[in-house]
Protein backbone atom coordinates (compact mmCIF):
# COMPACT_ATOMS: atom_id res chain seq x y z
CA UNK A 1 0.00 0.00 0.00
CA UNK A 2 1.96 3.36 -0.86
CA UNK A 3 1.58 6.41 1.32
CA UNK A 4 -1.42 8.17 -0.64
CA UNK A 5 -3.27 4.68 0.04
CA UNK A 6 -2.60 4.46 3.88
CA UNK A 7 -3.10 8.20 3.96
CA UNK A 8 -6.68 8.11 2.17
CA UNK A 9 -7.60 4.82 4.51
CA UNK A 10 -7.03 6.29 7.65
CA UNK A 11 -9.22 9.27 6.50
CA UNK A 12 -11.99 6.83 5.50
CA UNK A 13 -15.19 7.35 7.89
CA UNK A 14 -14.72 4.52 10.34
CA UNK A 15 -14.58 6.59 13.81
CA UNK A 16 -12.41 3.60 16.08
CA UNK A 17 -9.67 4.89 13.41
CA UNK A 18 -9.50 8.50 14.39
CA UNK A 19 -8.31 6.62 17.80
CA UNK A 20 -4.65 6.86 18.20
CA UNK A 21 -4.06 3.77 20.11
CA UNK A 22 -6.04 2.27 16.92
CA UNK A 23 -2.62 2.71 14.92
CA UNK A 24 -0.25 1.50 17.51
CA UNK A 25 2.07 -1.82 16.66
CA UNK A 26 0.60 -4.66 18.74
CA UNK A 27 2.74 -6.15 21.49
CA UNK A 28 4.33 -8.87 20.94
CA UNK A 29 2.39 -12.44 21.75
CA UNK A 30 4.09 -13.79 24.85
CA UNK A 31 5.89 -16.95 24.52
CA UNK A 32 4.78 -19.90 25.91
CA UNK A 33 7.30 -21.24 28.87
CA UNK A 34 6.37 -24.63 28.05
CA UNK A 35 6.07 -24.63 24.06
CA UNK A 36 9.11 -27.33 22.48
CA UNK A 37 10.91 -26.18 19.65
CA UNK A 38 12.13 -28.28 17.32
CA UNK A 39 15.61 -29.03 17.82
CA UNK A 40 15.54 -27.56 21.02
CA UNK A 41 16.30 -29.21 24.46
CA UNK A 42 12.79 -30.88 24.73
CA UNK A 43 12.93 -32.48 21.44
CA UNK A 44 14.28 -35.42 23.30
CA UNK A 45 11.50 -36.23 25.50
CA UNK A 46 9.73 -37.24 22.24
CA UNK A 47 10.86 -41.36 21.48
CA UNK A 48 9.96 -44.48 19.89
CA UNK A 49 8.00 -47.19 22.40
CA UNK A 50 10.20 -49.70 23.89
CA UNK A 51 7.51 -52.28 23.89
CA UNK A 52 9.65 -54.75 25.87
CA UNK A 53 9.22 -58.38 26.92
CA UNK A 54 6.37 -58.00 29.43
CA UNK A 55 8.55 -60.47 32.18
CA UNK A 56 11.15 -57.66 32.29
CA UNK A 57 8.34 -54.77 33.36
CA UNK A 58 8.14 -54.39 37.27
CA UNK A 59 5.40 -54.89 38.56
CA UNK A 60 2.79 -51.89 39.87
CA UNK A 61 4.27 -51.26 43.63
CA UNK A 62 1.42 -51.96 46.18
CA UNK A 63 1.38 -51.11 49.29
CA UNK A 64 -1.84 -52.05 51.12
CA UNK A 65 -4.43 -54.54 49.20
CA UNK A 66 -5.24 -52.99 46.28
CA UNK A 67 -6.31 -49.68 48.22
CA UNK A 68 -3.06 -47.84 48.39
CA UNK A 69 0.04 -47.81 45.52
CA UNK A 70 3.24 -46.01 45.34
CA UNK A 71 3.65 -42.64 43.64
CA UNK A 72 -0.45 -42.66 43.54
CA UNK A 73 -3.28 -41.03 45.17
CA UNK A 74 -6.11 -43.11 47.29
CA UNK A 75 -9.19 -41.44 47.48
CA UNK A 76 -11.51 -42.62 50.56
CA UNK A 77 -14.67 -40.65 50.59
CA UNK A 78 -16.86 -41.25 53.57
CA UNK A 79 -19.82 -39.13 55.52
CA UNK A 80 -19.42 -37.91 58.95
CA UNK A 81 -19.46 -41.02 62.13
CA UNK A 82 -19.04 -44.08 59.68
CA UNK A 83 -15.33 -44.55 61.02
CA UNK A 84 -13.08 -43.05 58.33
CA UNK A 85 -10.65 -41.85 60.62
CA UNK A 86 -10.57 -44.77 61.96
CA UNK A 87 -10.36 -46.73 59.14
CA UNK A 88 -7.50 -44.77 57.86
CA UNK A 89 -5.82 -45.26 61.46
CA UNK A 90 -5.72 -49.25 60.64
CA UNK A 91 -5.07 -48.75 57.24
CA UNK A 92 -1.81 -46.61 58.31
CA UNK A 93 -0.61 -49.11 61.31
CA UNK A 94 -0.96 -52.11 59.17
CA UNK A 95 1.29 -50.84 57.45
CA UNK A 96 3.52 -49.77 60.00
CA UNK A 97 3.75 -52.83 61.79
CA UNK A 98 3.51 -55.01 58.27
CA UNK A 99 0.56 -57.49 59.59
CA UNK A 100 -2.38 -57.74 58.09
CA UNK A 101 -4.58 -56.39 61.06
CA UNK A 102 -7.78 -55.77 58.90
CA UNK A 103 -7.32 -58.28 56.54
CA UNK A 104 -5.99 -56.92 53.54
CA UNK A 105 -2.35 -57.66 52.55
CA UNK A 106 0.53 -55.77 53.93
CA UNK A 107 2.57 -56.09 50.40
CA UNK A 108 6.73 -55.91 50.27
CA UNK A 109 7.33 -55.95 54.30
CA UNK A 110 5.09 -52.16 54.99
CA UNK A 111 6.84 -49.58 55.51
CA UNK A 112 6.84 -45.93 57.56
CA UNK A 113 4.05 -43.76 57.86
CA UNK A 114 2.66 -40.13 58.15
CA UNK A 115 0.05 -39.19 59.30
CA UNK A 116 -1.67 -35.46 58.64
CA UNK A 117 -4.24 -35.50 60.93
CA UNK A 118 -5.70 -32.00 60.36
CA UNK A 119 -8.66 -32.18 62.39
CA UNK A 120 -7.65 -33.82 65.79
CA UNK A 121 -5.73 -32.50 68.56
CA UNK A 122 -2.51 -35.00 69.29
CA UNK A 123 -4.17 -36.07 72.50
CA UNK A 124 -7.11 -37.35 69.97
CA UNK A 125 -4.65 -39.21 67.87
CA UNK A 126 -3.01 -40.59 71.19
CA UNK A 127 -6.40 -41.94 72.26
CA UNK A 128 -7.12 -43.55 68.87
CA UNK A 129 -3.70 -45.04 68.25
CA UNK A 130 -4.04 -46.79 71.79
CA UNK A 131 -7.37 -48.34 71.25
CA UNK A 132 -6.56 -49.67 67.43
CA UNK A 133 -3.37 -51.28 69.80
CA UNK A 134 -5.24 -52.34 72.36
CA UNK A 135 -8.10 -53.97 70.56
CA UNK A 136 -5.59 -55.49 67.68
CA UNK A 137 -3.43 -57.16 70.94
CA UNK A 138 -0.62 -54.62 69.11
CA UNK A 139 2.48 -53.98 70.95
CA UNK A 140 3.18 -49.90 70.26
CA UNK A 141 7.05 -50.93 70.27
CA UNK A 142 6.26 -52.63 66.56
CA UNK A 143 5.45 -48.50 65.92
CA UNK A 144 8.00 -46.69 67.35
CA UNK A 145 10.50 -44.99 64.78
CA UNK A 146 7.60 -45.96 61.93
CA UNK A 147 4.89 -43.64 62.72
CA UNK A 148 5.44 -39.95 62.08
CA UNK A 149 2.64 -37.29 62.88
CA UNK A 150 1.94 -33.63 61.66
CA UNK A 151 -1.18 -31.54 63.31
CA UNK A 152 -2.79 -29.23 62.17
CA UNK A 153 -3.56 -27.82 65.09
CA UNK A 154 -0.32 -26.84 65.50
CA UNK A 155 0.21 -25.58 62.25
CA UNK A 156 -2.03 -25.66 59.15
CA UNK A 157 -0.81 -27.90 56.37
CA UNK A 158 -1.47 -25.65 53.17
CA UNK A 159 -0.74 -27.91 49.94
CA UNK A 160 -1.90 -25.21 47.43
CA UNK A 161 -3.48 -21.55 48.01
CA UNK A 162 -4.30 -18.72 46.36
CA UNK A 163 -1.91 -15.54 46.88
CA UNK A 164 -2.69 -12.72 44.58
CA UNK A 165 -4.36 -14.31 42.06
CA UNK A 166 -1.35 -16.86 41.86
CA UNK A 167 -1.20 -20.39 42.74
CA UNK A 168 0.91 -21.43 45.17
CA UNK A 169 2.09 -24.39 47.09
CA UNK A 170 3.74 -23.22 50.54
CA UNK A 171 4.02 -26.73 51.98
CA UNK A 172 4.63 -28.98 49.04
CA UNK A 173 8.99 -28.61 49.45
CA UNK A 174 8.63 -29.43 53.01
CA UNK A 175 6.67 -32.28 52.91
CA UNK A 176 8.12 -33.50 49.83
CA UNK A 177 12.03 -33.46 51.80
CA UNK A 178 10.77 -34.54 54.82
CA UNK A 179 8.81 -37.74 53.25
CA UNK A 180 12.18 -38.30 51.33
CA UNK A 181 14.52 -38.21 54.40
CA UNK A 182 12.41 -40.46 56.56
CA UNK A 183 11.95 -42.81 53.87
CA UNK A 184 8.65 -42.79 54.68
CA UNK A 185 6.02 -45.07 52.18
CA UNK A 186 2.82 -44.04 53.06
CA UNK A 187 1.19 -40.43 53.69
CA UNK A 188 -2.46 -40.26 55.21
CA UNK A 189 -3.70 -36.99 54.93
CA UNK A 190 -7.09 -36.53 56.96
CA UNK A 191 -9.12 -34.82 56.25
CA UNK A 192 -8.51 -33.58 53.04
CA UNK A 193 -10.66 -30.31 52.74
CA UNK A 194 -7.85 -28.79 55.46
CA UNK A 195 -5.10 -29.56 53.82
CA UNK A 196 -5.58 -26.56 51.03
CA UNK A 197 -6.97 -23.38 51.37
CA UNK A 198 -9.06 -23.58 47.81
CA UNK A 199 -12.45 -23.43 46.82
CA UNK A 200 -13.17 -27.21 47.06
CA UNK A 201 -16.29 -26.91 44.44
CA UNK A 202 -14.12 -24.84 42.01
CA UNK A 203 -12.52 -28.35 39.61
CA UNK A 204 -9.16 -25.58 38.21
CA UNK A 205 -8.29 -25.07 41.78
CA UNK A 206 -9.17 -28.87 43.50
CA UNK A 207 -7.08 -29.86 40.36
CA UNK A 208 -3.57 -27.95 42.02
CA UNK A 209 -4.26 -29.38 45.09
CA UNK A 210 -4.76 -33.06 43.87
CA UNK A 211 -1.61 -32.11 41.42
CA UNK A 212 0.48 -30.92 44.53
CA UNK A 213 0.11 -34.12 46.92
CA UNK A 214 0.83 -36.21 43.44
CA UNK A 215 4.00 -34.64 43.08
CA UNK A 216 4.95 -35.55 46.75
CA UNK A 217 3.96 -39.15 45.61
CA UNK A 218 6.10 -39.00 42.56
CA UNK A 219 8.63 -37.44 44.13
CA UNK A 220 9.50 -39.28 47.03
CA UNK A 221 7.76 -42.91 46.08
CA UNK A 222 5.39 -43.06 48.91
CA UNK A 223 1.57 -43.67 48.28
CA UNK A 224 -0.30 -40.50 48.97
CA UNK A 225 -4.13 -41.45 50.75
CA UNK A 226 -6.65 -38.40 51.02
CA UNK A 227 -9.82 -38.93 53.66
CA UNK A 228 -12.12 -37.16 51.91
CA UNK A 229 -16.18 -35.93 52.82
CA UNK A 230 -18.92 -37.21 50.58
CA UNK A 231 -22.11 -35.53 49.80
CA UNK A 232 -25.06 -36.02 51.51
CA UNK A 233 -27.09 -39.13 50.54
CA UNK A 234 -24.13 -40.54 48.53
CA UNK A 235 -24.53 -43.92 47.78
CA UNK A 236 -21.70 -46.92 47.88
CA UNK A 237 -19.44 -47.34 45.44
CA UNK A 238 -20.32 -44.12 43.53
CA UNK A 239 -17.05 -41.98 42.84
CA UNK A 240 -19.48 -38.70 41.85
CA UNK A 241 -19.99 -39.30 46.10
CA UNK A 242 -16.83 -37.45 47.27
CA UNK A 243 -18.11 -33.18 48.11
CA UNK A 244 -17.26 -30.89 46.08
CA UNK A 245 -15.74 -30.81 42.39
CA UNK A 246 -14.46 -33.91 41.07
CA UNK A 247 -10.91 -33.31 40.22
CA UNK A 248 -9.67 -34.70 43.02
CA UNK A 249 -11.42 -38.12 42.32
CA UNK A 250 -10.21 -37.91 38.64
CA UNK A 251 -6.75 -37.02 40.13
CA UNK A 252 -6.64 -40.12 41.77
CA UNK A 253 -6.16 -43.70 40.51
CA UNK A 254 -8.12 -45.46 43.08
CA UNK A 255 -11.15 -44.00 44.76
CA UNK A 256 -12.99 -45.84 47.65
CA UNK A 257 -16.27 -44.86 49.67
CA UNK A 258 -16.84 -45.84 53.25
CA UNK A 259 -20.70 -45.81 54.03
CA UNK A 260 -23.25 -47.49 56.87
CA UNK A 261 -24.96 -50.22 56.77
CA UNK A 262 -28.08 -50.17 54.74
CA UNK A 263 -31.01 -51.06 56.24
CA UNK A 264 -31.27 -54.58 54.37
CA UNK A 265 -27.74 -56.01 54.56
CA UNK A 266 -28.36 -55.40 58.39
CA UNK A 267 -31.85 -57.51 58.19
CA UNK A 268 -30.21 -60.22 56.08
CA UNK A 269 -27.38 -60.56 58.52
CA UNK A 270 -29.98 -60.63 61.68
CA UNK A 271 -28.35 -56.70 63.44
CA UNK A 272 -30.44 -54.85 65.11
CA UNK A 273 -31.31 -51.25 64.00
CA UNK A 274 -29.69 -49.90 67.11
CA UNK A 275 -26.13 -51.65 65.96
CA UNK A 276 -26.27 -50.91 62.68
CA UNK A 277 -24.63 -47.58 62.66
CA UNK A 278 -21.57 -49.48 63.88
CA UNK A 279 -21.03 -51.51 60.79
CA UNK A 280 -19.32 -50.00 57.67
CA UNK A 281 -18.84 -51.26 53.99
CA UNK A 282 -15.71 -50.34 51.91
CA UNK A 283 -17.11 -50.34 47.99
CA UNK A 284 -14.66 -49.47 45.49
CA UNK A 285 -15.54 -46.56 42.85
CA UNK A 286 -12.81 -46.04 40.81
CA UNK A 287 -10.61 -48.58 39.29
CA UNK A 288 -7.91 -47.49 37.23
CA UNK A 289 -4.81 -50.16 38.11
CA UNK A 290 -7.04 -53.20 39.23
CA UNK A 291 -9.90 -55.27 38.93
CA UNK A 292 -12.72 -54.14 40.67
CA UNK A 293 -13.44 -56.17 43.88
CA UNK A 294 -16.23 -57.45 46.41
CA UNK A 295 -17.12 -54.83 49.03
CA UNK A 296 -15.84 -55.02 52.66
CA UNK A 297 -17.05 -54.88 55.78
CA UNK A 298 -15.96 -53.62 58.92
CA UNK A 299 -17.11 -53.27 62.33
CA UNK A 300 -16.08 -50.14 65.23
CA UNK A 301 -15.69 -51.57 68.31
CA UNK A 302 -15.82 -49.82 71.96
CA UNK A 303 -12.45 -50.09 73.48
CA UNK A 304 -11.74 -48.44 77.19
CA UNK A 305 -8.26 -47.25 77.41
CA UNK A 306 -8.16 -48.33 80.79
CA UNK A 307 -7.40 -44.18 81.77
CA UNK A 308 -9.78 -43.68 84.99
CA UNK A 309 -8.40 -40.97 87.24
CA UNK A 310 -10.34 -39.84 90.31
CA UNK A 311 -12.46 -37.35 88.44
CA UNK A 312 -12.92 -39.20 85.38
CA UNK A 313 -12.89 -43.28 86.93
CA UNK A 314 -14.72 -44.94 83.74
CA UNK A 315 -11.68 -43.04 81.67
CA UNK A 316 -11.86 -43.15 77.56
CA UNK A 317 -13.97 -45.38 75.46
CA UNK A 318 -12.84 -44.99 71.94
CA UNK A 319 -13.83 -46.51 68.74
CA UNK A 320 -11.36 -48.79 67.02
CA UNK A 321 -12.29 -50.99 63.42
CA UNK A 322 -11.86 -54.25 62.53
CA UNK A 323 -12.89 -56.35 59.32
CA UNK A 324 -16.41 -58.10 59.72
CA UNK A 325 -17.70 -61.12 57.64
CA UNK A 326 -21.84 -60.26 57.46
CA UNK A 327 -23.37 -63.69 58.22
CA UNK A 328 -24.94 -65.20 55.15
CA UNK A 329 -28.54 -66.12 55.05
CA UNK A 330 -28.08 -69.87 55.68
CA UNK A 331 -25.83 -68.99 59.03
CA UNK A 332 -29.08 -69.70 60.48
CA UNK A 333 -29.58 -73.03 58.99
CA UNK A 334 -28.05 -76.60 60.01
CA UNK A 335 -27.50 -78.91 57.89
CA UNK A 336 -30.55 -80.71 59.24
CA UNK A 337 -32.29 -77.49 59.57
CA UNK A 338 -32.31 -77.64 55.60
CA UNK A 339 -33.44 -80.64 55.03
CA UNK A 340 -36.42 -80.52 57.29
CA UNK A 341 -37.61 -77.21 55.45
CA UNK A 342 -37.07 -79.32 52.05
CA UNK A 343 -38.83 -81.98 53.27
CA UNK A 344 -41.67 -79.74 54.57
CA UNK A 345 -41.50 -78.65 50.69
CA UNK A 346 -42.18 -82.33 49.76
CA UNK A 347 -44.95 -82.50 51.72
CA UNK A 348 -46.77 -80.17 50.08
CA UNK A 349 -47.71 -76.57 51.80
CA UNK A 350 -49.72 -75.35 54.53
CA UNK A 351 -52.94 -76.99 54.28
CA UNK A 352 -54.48 -79.96 52.40
CA UNK A 353 -53.97 -80.07 48.65
CA UNK A 354 -52.06 -77.26 48.43
CA UNK A 355 -48.38 -76.43 47.95
CA UNK A 356 -46.12 -73.37 48.56
CA UNK A 357 -45.11 -70.67 46.31
CA UNK A 358 -42.19 -68.24 46.11
CA UNK A 359 -44.54 -64.98 45.99
CA UNK A 360 -45.20 -63.59 49.42
CA UNK A 361 -47.55 -60.92 47.30
CA UNK A 362 -50.42 -59.61 48.76
CA UNK A 363 -49.55 -61.17 51.96
CA UNK A 364 -50.00 -65.20 50.64
CA UNK A 365 -50.89 -67.48 52.87
CA UNK A 366 -48.85 -70.12 51.07
CA UNK A 367 -45.31 -68.18 51.19
CA UNK A 368 -42.84 -70.54 51.90
CA UNK A 369 -41.25 -67.51 53.87
CA UNK A 370 -44.39 -67.76 56.45
CA UNK A 371 -42.60 -70.90 57.63
CA UNK A 372 -39.05 -70.22 57.24
CA UNK A 373 -40.03 -67.45 59.62
CA UNK A 374 -42.37 -69.17 62.02
CA UNK A 375 -39.80 -72.63 62.15
CA UNK A 376 -36.67 -71.20 61.93
CA UNK A 377 -36.41 -67.71 63.93
CA UNK A 378 -35.43 -65.46 60.67
CA UNK A 379 -36.87 -62.23 59.66
CA UNK A 380 -38.83 -62.10 56.48
CA UNK A 381 -35.79 -60.32 54.42
CA UNK A 382 -33.51 -63.06 55.21
CA UNK A 383 -36.36 -66.05 54.29
CA UNK A 384 -36.85 -64.32 51.37
CA UNK A 385 -33.52 -64.65 50.57
CA UNK A 386 -33.38 -68.07 51.31
CA UNK A 387 -36.43 -68.82 49.00
CA UNK A 388 -34.50 -67.14 46.09
CA UNK A 389 -31.57 -68.73 46.51
CA UNK A 390 -33.06 -72.14 46.03
CA UNK A 391 -34.38 -70.71 42.90
CA UNK A 392 -31.49 -69.64 41.76
CA UNK A 393 -29.56 -72.62 42.17
CA UNK A 394 -32.23 -75.10 41.01
CA UNK A 395 -32.87 -76.69 44.16
CA UNK A 396 -36.59 -75.10 44.53
CA UNK A 397 -38.51 -75.28 40.76
CA UNK A 398 -42.30 -73.34 39.95
CA UNK A 399 -44.60 -75.93 38.60
CA UNK A 400 -48.43 -75.85 37.79
CA UNK A 401 -50.15 -78.47 39.63
CA UNK A 402 -54.61 -79.12 40.13
CA UNK A 403 -55.64 -76.90 43.74
CA UNK A 404 -58.56 -79.10 44.30
CA UNK A 405 -60.38 -77.11 46.83
CA UNK A 406 -60.08 -73.82 44.11
CA UNK A 407 -61.30 -76.35 41.17
CA UNK A 408 -58.25 -74.52 38.92
CA UNK A 409 -54.57 -75.18 38.27
CA UNK A 410 -52.19 -72.73 40.15
CA UNK A 411 -48.58 -73.02 40.52
CA UNK A 412 -46.64 -74.07 43.40
CA UNK A 413 -42.67 -75.14 44.47
CA UNK A 414 -41.39 -78.25 44.18
CA UNK A 415 -37.88 -79.82 45.13
CA UNK A 416 -35.96 -81.03 42.11
CA UNK A 417 -34.08 -84.35 43.73
CA UNK A 418 -31.39 -84.38 41.64
CA UNK A 419 -29.88 -81.17 43.23
CA UNK A 420 -30.57 -82.33 46.49
CA UNK A 421 -28.08 -83.24 48.85
CA UNK A 422 -28.16 -86.76 50.05
CA UNK A 423 -29.55 -87.06 53.55
Not at 87 to 94: A, R
Amino acid sequence: MTEEELAAFRASPHPERANPEYWEEPEPRKQNPFTVHPGGAGSTLFRPARFPDPGSIPPRQWLYGDLLLRRYLTVLAAPGGVGKTSLTMGIGLSLACNRPLLGDRVHAGGCRVLFCSLEDSEDEFDRLTAAFARHHRLDVDELRGRVFVRFGREAPLVLAALSSGEMVYPDEEAMTHFVREEGIGAVMVDPWVNAHMLNENDNAQVNEAARAIIRVGQATGAGMLASHHTRKGAEAGNAEASRGAGALTNASRVTYTLTPMDEKSAETSGIAEDERPFYTRLARAKANLSPRDKARWFRLRSVNLGNGTPDYPEGDNVQAVESYQPAGVFSRLSDADVDEALAEIDRGGPGPGERYTDSAKGGATRWLGHYLVKRFGMNETQAKAIVTTWLKNGLLVVRDYTDFRQRKTVSGLYVDRSKRRPV
